[in-house]
């Protein structure tokens, strides 16, 4: 199993970046996918995540919405965080995962994901 994410680096405040995370070794359709976030000095924390049921049910953490979009492409075995409007606060390393659940309050803790990716670094700074 792995998961690979890619798409991070600098970015000015008020920016945007696409991040990407592509599966494999697993049945990516059948796994809700979620994105984490860890800045240094701080816990990881929840970002938003789209589960597996027809229709892609979304949600977010409540600092990211209205700014930041999920979406997943099951035929590239691909899930995607497009951030718009980036501020300094959203440096962190950024981590999807996977996970059997489409429960969406157990998809907002990070203990029911099975499966992780090694992150990619997101810097805002002007």
């Known amino acids: 199993v792995q998961l690979v994410e890619s798409g991070g680096g600098m970015v000015q405040p008020g920016g945007s970046l696409r991040l990407s995370c592509a599966g494999s070794?697993?049945?990516?359709?059948?796994?809700?996918m979620g994105w984490f976030r860890q800045a240094p000095g701080k816990e990881r924390e929840f970002v938003g995540f789209i589960n597996w049921w027809t229709g892609a049910i979304t949600d977010y953490a409540e600092s990211v919405k209205g700014r930041f979009t999920i979406s997943r492409d099951n035929a590239k075995n691909t899930v995607y965080l497009l951030m718009n409007m980036l501020k300094p606060e959203d440096t962190a390393v950024y981590y999807c995962a996977a996970s059997k659940t489409g429960a969406s309050l157990a998809l907002k803790v990070s203990r029911t994901y099975d499966y992780w990716g090694q992150g990619t670094q997101v810097t805002v700074s002007p």
């Open positions: 070794g697993f049945a990516f359709s059948s796994y809700s």
